[in-house]
């Protein structure tokens, strides 16, 4: 072996041993400031951790774009069928007076609301897009009480890392870490475009999270948990979009 | 031409990655194949055009009475990692190119270059299928990687950053400049499509240059052994 080609392998070498140890130290860093999703695992673990952890360094506090009245779609595309069975139907024909919301988990005091309860804080509305992962999106005014305003009022523990949030749809749960659960634009609405909230739109009540793609916006609400430790969810990826193959983060 | 190993390197996985991109990016267009102008759309407007195909959700009009398989889900894992890899990977090569002389003495065109007499000289040996010289780049070959390195690649990113919800939070201008997040994924259909047709004109290039001895000096290093300049 000549010097030249023992010179380099020992470049490579300390190059090589300086990069895996700063790796080891980035995966510490970002485990402790909250900047890998839960499913990191597998074969796309690193592009998604990459993208969420550039996420929340960059996008923690930004407000998703508000739009005049004059955007709002004049045909906003109500993805899928609502529930067919029995309970919703129910539900359906008493207008929805006595749909339940539960919160709990980390909180100082679980509780249920009824939507004539939710609608008695402070509302908020606000006119956001919203896009399908397919590539189609349409823009409406949303209208429904800050997700923070509810977790306020039960009494979130300081140990609390996510809400867990389950549809009255079985398939349909999802959850997202305490930055989305407590931004101002994260809402549990109930009112569209100046009127309930249409069926086919989720209602009686949908979680808008507006820096997310539409699949984290799950209809028909039944359920918050908020929890630190989303193992204990499913098959423990966070939500049942990756179970299904998708990203559990959907701010791309 | 001789190429460094960084320049070799970066080629090889921006390839890859380039491949992984088109591959997922026809899965992910094929789930709405409908494009529209503007911030919004959705099957129930009238679409700015729509691709002749079958889609692969039912909920997409395509005249067609057969949905194809949903490969959605993986196909959006791979490509934001192949684009993650995709722009490191550019950044390293640019860096490279720009300190080590090579954007200008490779890529940038020579003093007189621009002259119209050089301009209708490089389009005429082109058009007569002249094969180019080994040794460094003609004008058109020149152009040709500028425009991919310097404007085709800055509009994909731009115009897929442009369609992320959460960053458009952060830097709204990303996705106004460009009249909409419809418009951005409009404009990255089509900017995709250049790069695929610089992708093929570049293979069918090098074969024409000779195959086995430009794929030779892209993997070693080492330059043909037939005689250059011809």
Known sequence: MSDLSRRKLITAGLAGAAGASGLAVAAGLAKRYGLIPPDHGGIYGAGETLTYA????LTRHSLAREFPRSQISKNPFPNGEPPQDEDFKRLEKGRFADWRLTVDGMVARPASFSLAELKSY????????????????????WTGVPLSQVLDAVGILPQARYVVYFSIQRDWWDSVDMADALHPQTLLTYGMNGAELPVGHGGPLRLRVPRQLGYKNVKYITRLTVTDDLKRFGRGLGSA?????YAWYAGI | MRHSALIRVTHWITTLCFLALLVSGVEIVISHPRFYWGEDGNVLNPPLFKLPIPASRSSVPTGYLYVLPDQNGWSRYLHFQAAWLA????????????????????LLP??????????????????????PSEESYNLLQRITYLAVIFVLFPLVIWTGLAMSPAFVSAVPVTVTALGGQESARTIHFFVSL???????????????????????????????TDREGM
């Open chain 2, 87 to 106: 722009v490191l990977t550019g950044v390293l090569y640019i860096i490279h190119i720009v300190f080590s002389g090579y954007l200008r003495r490779d």
């Open chain 2, 194 to 224: 250049f790069l695929l047709l610089f992708l093929v004109v570049h293979v069918a290039m090098v074969c024409r240059a000779g195959f086995t001895n430009r794929m030779r000096a892209m993997i070693t290093g080492r330059a043909g």
């Open chain 2, 110 to 131: 020579r003093e007189g270059d621009l002259s119209w007499r050089a301009i209708s000289l490089a389009i005429a040996n082109h058009i007569r299928f002249k094969r």
């Open chain 1, 54 to 57: 550039a996420h929340r360094l």
């Open chain 1, 241 to 245: 979009s990756p179970e299904g193959g």
């Open chain 1, 122 to 141: 402070a509302s908020r509305s606000q006119i956001t897009h919203l896009a399908c992962e397919e590539g189609w999106s349409f823009i409406a005014e």
